[in-house]
């Protein structure tokens, strides 16, 4: 990832990360031009998704198979062994 200094637009140094959760953090952030010297702090958090974990979809799958009575899951079973 690319941080821009806010007061002269040249690369950024992130010298720390401060995770607050699995979707927000603070980026403590140095210009990399001596003579700017700009130090500032960018936050970074999730936005939206694109294309779900296949990791959730298969928990998912899990959940559904479960929540079958045992006819509908082996008539399920017998669907996919095909």
Same mark, same amino acid.
């Given at each position: 990832?690319?941080?821009?200094?806010?007061?002269? &637009?040249?690369?950024? =140094?992130? &010298?720390?990360? $401060?995770?607050?959760?699995?979707?927000? %953090? +603070?980026?403590?952030? *140095?210009?990399? $031009?001596?003579?700017?010297?700009?130090?500032? =702090?960018? +936050?970074? *958090?999730? *936005?939206?998704? /694109?294309?779900?974990? @296949?990791? +959730?979809?298969?928990?998912?799958?899990? %959940?559904? @198979?479960?929540?079958?009575?045992?006819?509908?899951?082996?008539?399920?079973?017998?669907? /996919? @062994?095909?």
């Amino acid at each position: 990832m690319r941080i821009l200094c806010t007061s002269c &637009g040249k690369k950024s =140094v992130i &010298g720390k990360t $401060d995770r607050l959760s699995l979707s927000h %953090a +603070n980026l403590y952030c *140095s210009c990399s $031009d001596p003579e700017c010297g700009h130090t500032f =702090v960018t +936050n970074v *958090s999730f *936005s939206h998704t /694109l294309s779900p974990s @296949a990791k +959730n979809t298969s928990e998912i799958v899990t %959940a559904l @198979a479960k929540a079958l009575s045992p006819e509908q899951r082996k008539a399920l079973q017998r669907e /996919l @062994a095909f």
